[in-house]
């Protein structure tokens, strides 16, 4: 079966930059997700296809892909981005989940 | 709009079995598969499953083949999750969701206790 590995924890100051990466051998052959999870909230779709947004995701989050590892990148992350980050993939419709990432802004 | 509308809390005791339901509206019921995730407190998201609402047929996480089955009714656009011999660490909230190619859409959670 497939994993997807995470940071634990990464935190930042208001209007820094903030790098969550998400390694795992089916990223070679499939695009990743990021999801954002507030609490007591369902995820929120925040990156698909490695770097694409959905509409009415701000422009500060992207994601770009390498390899085996994708990474989520908040430009200017603001308060209000904290937040539990997972990322995602799918093998023959089977989907994994990284173990999560705790972001935490201030 | 997409709405995936979920069964209310359920509390369980060891050994019972729950059957949590997932009514889709907002799109063609059939036109998607239906996942099934589920997230333990203070725990990360856990993939169950996933039935195609055409067919009937389902494809199970393998650590939960066995226990679990997935069913579906197309006339009211309906999913159910059926998760049996539960234990104390099948406590979670257990959402359903569906994904499009370019977006994501998931129920509202419906936690699951289990508590002798």
């Known amino acids: 079966s497939y994993e997807l590995t995470q940071p634990s924890s990464v935190s930042v100051s208001p209007g820094q930059t903030a790098r969550i990466t998400c390694s795992g051998d089916?990223?070679?052959?499939?695009?990743g997700r990021w999801f954002q999870q507030k609490p007591g909230q369902a995820p929120v779709l925040v990156i698909y296809k490695d770097n694409e947004r959905p509409s009415g995701i701000p422009e500060r989050f992207s994601g770009s892909s390498s390899g085996t590892t994708v990474t989520l990148t908040i430009s200017g992350a603001q308060v209000e981005d904290e937040a539990d980050y997972y990322c995602?993939?799918?093998?023959?419709?089977?989907?994994?989940f990284g173990g999560g990432t705790k972001l935490t802004v201030l | 709009q997409v709405q995936l509308v979920q069964s209310g809390a359920e509390v369980k005791k060891p050994g019972a079995s729950v059957k949590v339901s997932c009514k889709a509206s907002g799109y063609t019921f059939t036109d998607y598969y239906l996942h099934w995730v589920r997230q333990a407190p203070g725990q990360a998201l856990e993939w169950l499953g996933w039935?195609?609402?055409?067919?009937?047929?389902?494809n199970y996480a393998q650590k939960f083949q066995g226990r679990v089955a997935m069913t579906r009714d197309t006339s009211i656009s309906t999913a159910y999750m059926e998760l049996s011999g539960l234990r104390s660490d099948d406590t979670a909230l257990y959402y359903c969701?569906?994904?499009?190619?370019?977006?994501?859409?998931w129920g509202q959670g419906t936690l699951v206790t289990v508590s002798s």
């Open positions: 089916v990223l070679a052959k499939r695009y």
């Open positions: 039935i195609n609402p055409t067919s009937g047929g389902t």
């Open positions: 969701a569906k994904n499009t190619a370019t977006n994501n859409y």
């Open positions: 995602y993939s799918a093998a023959d419709n089977n989907w994994v």
